[in-house]
């Protein structure tokens, strides 16, 4: 097996761990959950293949899900994020991406962060949006995208910081 695999592998199994176990039991304020494993996303491989890149994040959705006890929110904003994933890069990184050898240590740290806030929020107004369904409810979803999303996007930026190879 490749490198990048098993990595992959552990990077997925340690985050569901984390999630399920540490960060589904936080309720800061009563109602921000922060939802670490959107990490995911900002660690796959750049040039990846694609459909597995979409069954992974179905499948990472689908297990914090069951955890979780949801009906496949997790799944459905993951699998959005995957889809939107070389879209919010080209926005993120301009030209940059899509030449062959695009990689994160040739970007600024406010790309990478930009890149991963967008993700964070394209992920929790998807899973909010379907969770409460109702628009007349939209201050209140509105005010669990951006609350959870702030702590979200701190503890990536931290997980990102501590875990990522020192050349990026």
């Known amino acids: 097996m ?12 340690l985050l569901v761990l984390t999630q399920v176990l ?7 304020l009563g109602f921000i959950n922060p939802m670490v494993f959107v990490i995911f996303f900002y660690w796959y ?12 994040a ?7 899900d069951i955890f979780s006890d949801n ?19 080209r926005f993120c990184f301009g ?8 990689s994160f240590k040739n970007t600024t740290k406010v790309q990478r962060i930009t890149f991963l806030a967008i993700i964070v929020l394209i992920h929790h107004l998807i899973f909010f949006s379907f969770e409460i369904l109702s ?11 951006f609350a959870t999303g702030i702590v979200t996007l701190i503890l990536c930026i931290l ?10």
């Open 2 to 13: 490749n490198n990048t695999v098993i990595i992959n592998i552990l990077r997925f199994a």
């Open 22 to 28: 540490i960060f589904n039991n936080l309720n800061f």
């Open 71 to 89: 009906l496949a929110l997790h799944a459905l904003a993951s699998v959005t994020v995957a889809y939107a994933r070389p879209a919010v890069m």
């Open 95 to 102: 030209v940059n991406y899509d030449f062959q050898n695009f």
């Open 135 to 145: 628009i007349t409810h939209i201050l209140l979803i509105l005010k669990k995208v």
């Open 58 to 64: 179905f499948l990472l959705g689908l297990v914090i």
């Open 45 to 56: 491989p750049i040039k990846g293949n694609r459909a597995i890149f979409m069954l992974t």
């Open 159 to 168: 997980f990102s910081s501590l875990f990522s190879p020192k050349s990026e």
